[in-house]
């Protein structure tokens, strides 16, 4: 059986962390670099529907794309590599499969059969893998499988990809992500890791087409051989997938070792062309060559996993590099910041921005921080909650509202400059409260913000509950701190900015999701610049 969509899946062997998803997004880009439309998505074995309501310590951060899905966030590297959004159907999980095989079943689709895993949830699994293959806008799909082979949640997942590579055998292929370890006391690398996932993964009746070794030294031609071996593949197709300095390198180190060459041969489509990939090493030469140094203080209360900012940290390095300057992040615990230690722990900082975040933990050192960078004049850049507590801090400290505050911390507060909307406060469900997805936000002409954007009309994506209060809103503006981005259609106010600080802005939305290598976020890059303006 033939079919017009290629299709790819990368599972992970011997150890979780390998790095599937920075593969599938450098393969995919080579593709794209060689002509193939491209696209990748996620399957997650947990039964969480979706990462939204998953602590940041269990997840790292939770990305979100244009049509509002909540998703894992590898997704946040597939659109940083390809500069093509994702969407809903990127990202599966065991959770969102159980969850439609049963609504199935209660709507009585399977006519009163026994509603199994074998067939039931694996042709639900086939079906969405195959959802952006079918749409005819991709040539290829590549379908990042997470966990560890072995693991018992991901074995359905693999048992799908068994199927998918029966039934179309030319149109499929399995490339395995192993760790060949160094033993410092043998001093040597070992295969054996790799030669048992490889025999796990064919218990399940997957033979891999190319394996992908994760290696802190070189692969020699007698590893690769006995690799090749015992592994039951061709010799080209052990890859090295060596450590590399950035993310950003692994396309390069990838295409050196020929993995998109090896892909197209195994499923008979022609080399196109040969990548070029002109941008993206300028990206890399400016990212490696910088001319000066800043430093920027990043605060919020998952500082310990830096996974939880990953978007934001990433948009920093875009901007630095189109700034021409290397981006000295310093991470700092909001829970440590009091108005005693203040000066100490924001000492040296060229920039301060104040991170995304739920609930009350941490809170007060953010508006601490908030303080700090609007007394001194320091650029600064609050995201979501780091906007809100920017609205608290003014209140507090300059409209003489002591008591200002959110109701998601303090429900009936004196002074609620934020605030749950109206129609709202009447849903239960915690997802159905959020703002999520892409908004239009009408920009005033000549703000910080416009001036970064270069427009006044943008679109960007929410993840939130509450909002500036209106009715605050002249008191607010009469004193100093302007709305200067709302969302056109409610008139909610998405941006402020204090016009006589250097450079203030707090941003209700979320930048960092919609910032690539190709199009580094035009806010960070105005952020970075105001930064380093900033010794």
Same mark, same amino acid.
């Given at each position: 059986?033939?079919?017009?969509?290629?299709?790819?899946?990368?599972?992970?062997?011997?150890?979780?962390?390998?790095?599937?998803?920075?593969?599938?997004?450098?393969?995919?880009?080579?593709?794209?670099?060689?002509?193939?439309?491209?696209?990748?998505?996620?399957?997650?074995?947990?039964?969480?529907?979706?990462?939204?309501?998953?602590?940041?310590?269990?997840?790292?951060?939770?990305?979100?794309?244009?049509?509002?899905?909540?998703?894992?966030?590898?997704?946040?590297?597939?659109?940083?590599?390809?500069?093509?959004?994702?969407?809903?159907?990127?990202?599966?999980?065991?959770?969102?499969?159980?969850?439609?095989?049963?609504?199935?079943?209660?709507?009585?689709?399977?006519?009163?059969?026994?509603?199994?895993?074998?067939? /039931?949830?694996?042709?639900?699994?086939?079906?969405?893998?195959?959802?952006?293959?079918?749409?005819?806008?991709?040539?290829?799909?590549?379908?990042?499988?997470?966990?560890?082979?072995?693991?018992?949640?991901?074995?359905?997942?693999?048992?799908?990809?068994?199927?998918?590579?029966?039934?179309?055998?030319?149109?499929?292929?399995?490339? /395995?992500?192993?760790?060949?370890?160094?033993?410092?006391?043998?001093?040597?690398?070992?295969?054996?890791?790799?030669? /048992?996932?490889?025999?796990?993964?064919?218990?399940?009746?997957?033979?891999?087409?190319?394996?992908?070794?994760?290696?802190?030294?070189?692969?020699?031609?007698?590893?690769?051989?006995?690799?090749?071996?015992?592994?039951?593949?061709?010799?080209?197709?052990?890859?090295?997938?060596?450590?590399?300095?950035? @993310?950003?390198?692994?396309?390069?180190?990838?295409?050196?070792?020929?993995?998109?060459?090896?892909?197209?041969?195994?499923?008979?489509?022609?080399?196109?062309?040969?990548?070029?990939?002109?941008?993206?090493?300028?990206?890399?030469?400016?990212?490696?060559?910088?001319?000066?140094?800043?430093?920027?203080?990043?605060?919020?209360?998952?500082?310990?996993?830096?996974?939880?900012?990953?978007?934001?940290?990433?948009?920093?390095?875009?901007?630095?590099?189109?700034?021409?300057?290397?981006?000295?992040?310093?991470?700092?615990?909001?829970?440590?910041?009091?108005?005693?230690?203040?000066?100490?722990?924001?000492?040296?900082?060229?920039?301060?921005?104040?991170?995304?975040?739920?609930?009350?933990?941490?809170?007060?050192?953010?508006?601490?921080?908030?303080?700090?960078?609007?007394?001194?004049?320091?650029?600064?850049?609050? @995201?979501?909650?780091?906007?809100?507590?920017?609205?608290?801090?003014?209140?507090?400290?300059?409209?003489?509202?002591?008591?200002?505050?959110?109701?998601? @911390?303090?429900?009936?507060?004196?002074?609620?400059?934020?605030?749950?909307?109206?129609?709202?406060?009447?849903?239960?469900?915690?997802?159905?409260?959020?703002?999520?997805?892409?908004?239009?936000?009408?920009?005033?002409?000549?703000?910080?913000?416009?001036?970064?954007?270069?427009?006044?009309?943008?679109?960007?994506?929410?993840?939130?509950?509450?909002?500036?209060?209106?009715?605050?809103?002249?008191?607010?503006?009469?004193?100093?701190?302007?709305?200067?981005?709302?969302?056109?259609?409610?008139?909610?106010?998405?941006?402020?900015?204090?016009?006589? /600080?250097?450079?203030?802005?707090?941003?209700?939305?979320?930048?960092?999701?919609?910032?690539?290598?190709?199009?580094?976020?035009?806010?960070?890059?105005?952020?970075?610049?105001?930064?380093?303006?900033?010794?």
């Amino acid at each position: 059986m033939s079919n017009s969509t290629k299709y790819i899946f990368v599972t992970g062997g011997v150890t979780s962390s390998l790095g599937k998803g920075i593969i599938s997004a450098s393969l995919a880009k080579l593709l794209q670099a060689r002509g193939y439309s491209t696209t990748i998505q996620k399957l997650d074995p947990y039964i969480n529907i979706d990462p939204g309501t998953l602590n940041p310590y269990e997840h790292g951060e939770c990305f979100v794309t244009d049509d509002g899905a909540e998703t894992d966030l590898d997704l946040g590297h597939y659109e940083r590599f390809l500069n093509v959004p994702t969407s809903q159907a990127n990202n599966v999980t065991t959770g969102r499969i159980y969850q439609s095989v049963i609504d199935k079943e209660r709507r009585g689709e399977f006519l009163g059969k026994t509603v199994q895993v074998i067939p /039931h949830i694996t042709n639900e699994i086939k079906e969405r893998i195959q959802i952006l293959g079918k749409k005819g806008t991709y040539d290829i799909v590549i379908t990042e499988i997470g966990g560890t082979v072995g693991d018992i949640e991901s074995l359905p997942y693999v048992e799908a990809v068994r199927q998918m590579k029966w039934e179309f055998e030319d149109d499929c292929i399995v490339i /395995h992500l192993t760790l060949v370890p160094y033993l410092a006391a043998a001093g040597e690398l070992k295969t054996k890791p790799t030669q /048992h996932s490889v025999k796990q993964l064919l218990e399940l009746g997957v033979q891999p087409d190319i394996l992908c070794c994760r290696t802190e030294y070189e692969l020699d031609l007698n590893l690769r051989r006995k690799i090749a071996k015992f592994c039951n593949v061709n010799m080209n197709a052990v890859i090295e997938a060596r450590d590399a300095d950035t @993310i950003y390198e692994v396309p390069l180190l990838m295409q050196a070792e020929e993995l998109d060459k090896i892909v197209l041969e195994k499923l008979s489509l022609s080399a196109k062309t040969s990548p070029e990939l002109t941008q993206w090493k300028e990206f890399l030469s400016r990212l490696k060559n910088p001319q000066s140094e800043t430093t920027i203080g990043l605060i919020g209360k998952y500082v310990e996993l830096k996974d939880s900012y990953k978007s934001i940290s990433e948009s920093l390095i875009h901007a630095g590099a189109t700034n021409n300057v290397k981006v000295n992040v310093r991470w700092i615990h909001s829970d440590k910041i009091t108005a005693n230690n203040l000066e100490e722990e924001m000492n040296g900082l060229n920039g301060i921005l104040v991170a995304p975040g739920f609930g009350s933990r941490g809170i007060s050192g953010k508006i601490e921080a908030v303080k700090y960078a609007r007394e001194n004049k320091i650029p600064f850049l609050g @995201i979501c909650l780091g906007m809100q507590c920017a609205v608290i801090e003014f209140g507090r400290n300059v409209l003489g509202m002591t008591e200002a505050h959110t109701t998601e @911390i303090i429900e009936d507060c004196k002074f609620p400059v934020i605030d749950m909307m109206q129609e709202q406060k009447n849903i239960s469900n915690l997802g159905g409260t959020m703002r999520l997805g892409a908004y239009k936000c009408q920009l005033t002409p000549g703000s910080n913000i416009s001036t970064a954007y270069n427009t006044d009309l943008i679109s960007e994506r929410h993840r939130h509950r509450y909002e500036f209060n209106d009715k605050y809103l002249e008191q607010y503006e009469e004193n100093g701190m302007k709305a200067t981005g709302k969302n056109p259609e409610s008139g909610l106010v998405e941006v402020v900015e204090i016009p006589n /600080h250097p450079w203030f802005v707090g941003a209700q939305f979320h930048p960092e999701y919609k910032s690539t290598v190709a199009n580094p976020h035009p806010l960070f890059v105005a952020f970075v610049k105001a930064a380093m303006n900033n010794k």
